[in-house]
């Protein structure tokens, strides 16, 4: 069979107000299209910490085999759409991920690696990720890795060197960028170490910049607006963490940023998209091109999509912590820090009852397939 070759592939969809970057909300939104937005845009609150704005009080409603269009927290992680979840890093087999495993203990599911009887104050941050750092935003490659040299990095990372390689033209993608018998739809780990480390690598080393504008005006190498990280004024006291919009006093408490909200203010309000979100539809949005019959494009009908959500409430996503307000998905965490969430009726979030019912582990859970 032949794939199509270099010259029959598609142009990148590109954003003329974005840098003509890559349009990420419409090439997202072909493998996750969404429920239909309110009209004047997602619920937001008048300030972090505050209280819903009555300009942008209606909510989206919810409608089969599509997306939550307004987005704020992570604590949704790997539910159904249905019930606001989107796929994490383990359900979309981002190969750089190195997930913890899931032993009833904090940070299970995330990259920090806690012991089995670590104490539920732990500072999540504190415990390992399956990498080496040499400063900030570098990690050096090891051979004694699982799957991949390169350890944990951040999805922008391969998002970026898949999207300049494509952009490129000198590669024979179909042919050697995918082989749908031990990868599916996804790109080949291999071939994905070679354009991370053809991209960013500086001998043993992966050296990257954050995914924002340098000096505020400039794309860095990673540069992904869907972050909408430190936005003003709601960050003007240094108390975001990344694209997580921690209030002063939550900040000052010293809690982990991954259990603050993502922009919840302002135009941009409910507009984040996770980078591994759109790494997978990049991968799919190409995949589809090669393999039509095979990749779909819509990313539930795909192979990793097939009976995703469909066992209850048992997540890939990471146990959560309790909000301040654990009816509202903008709330920002309870002071003092109390993990887990107790989950139950009157809660949004679950808790260990739901994630884990009458097991102990979910040892089946498998970082990359």
Avoid at 40 to 49: A, D, K
């Amino acid at each position: 069979m032949r794939h199509p070759g270099p010259d029959d592939l598609k142009e990148l969809p590109t954003n003329p107000d974005d840098f003509d970057e890559p349009d990420w909300v419409k090439i997202i939104e072909t493998a996750f299209p969404p429920w239909e937005t309110p009209e004047n845009g997602c619920h937001r609150l008048t300030e972090l910490g505050g209280e819903l704005d009555p300009d942008y009080a209606a909510f989206p409603t919810p409608q089969e085999g599509k997306w939550n269009p307004c987005y704020y927290t992570k604590a949704f992680a790997g539910l159904h759409p249905i019930l606001d979840g989107y796929p994490t890093p383990i359900d979309t087999r981002y190969p750089y991920e190195f997930a913890a495993p899931f032993h009833q203990q904090p940070g299970d599911g995330s990259t920090h690696h806690c012991p089995d009887d670590a104490p539920a104050d732990i500072d999540i941050r504190s415990c390992p990720k399956i990498r080496i750092d040499c400063g900030p935003n570098c990690v050096e490659l090891r051979d004694d890795n699982e799957f991949s040299p390169i350890g944990h990095v951040p999805a922008f990372v391969p998002l970026a060197a898949v999207k300049k390689a494509y952009n490129s033209g000198e590669h024979d993608v179909c042919n050697e960028w995918f082989d749908f018998e031990t990868r599916g739809c996804h790109i080949k780990i291999d071939k994905l170490d070679e354009l991370v480390i053809d991209n960013f690598g500086d001998g043993n080393q992966i050296k990257f910049q954050p995914p924002v504008l340098i000096g505020g005006d400039l794309p860095s190498s990673t540069y992904y607006k869907l972050e909408y990280s430190f936005e003003s004024p709601a960050c003007d006291s240094g108390n975001c963490r990344g694209p997580h919009y921690c209030t002063k006093e939550v900040a000052e408490a010293g809690i982990w940023g991954e259990f603050c909200p993502y922009v919840h203010t302002g135009e941009n309000s409910g507009l984040y998209r996770h980078p591994h979100l759109a790494l997978v539809a990049l991968e799919l949005w190409i995949a589809h091109q090669c393999m039509p019959s095979k990749c779909p494009s819509k990313w539930l009908d795909s192979p990793d999509g097939v009976g995703y959500g469909q066992i209850g409430v048992e997540t890939t996503g990471i146990t959560w912590i309790e909000m301040d307000d654990n009816m509202n998905p903008m709330t920002q965490p309870a002071l003092p820090y109390t993990w887990p969430n107790a989950g139950g009726q009157n809660s949004i979030f679950p808790g260990i009852q739901e994630l884990y019912g009458e097991s102990a582990s979910k040892e089946g859970i498998a970082a990359v397939s």
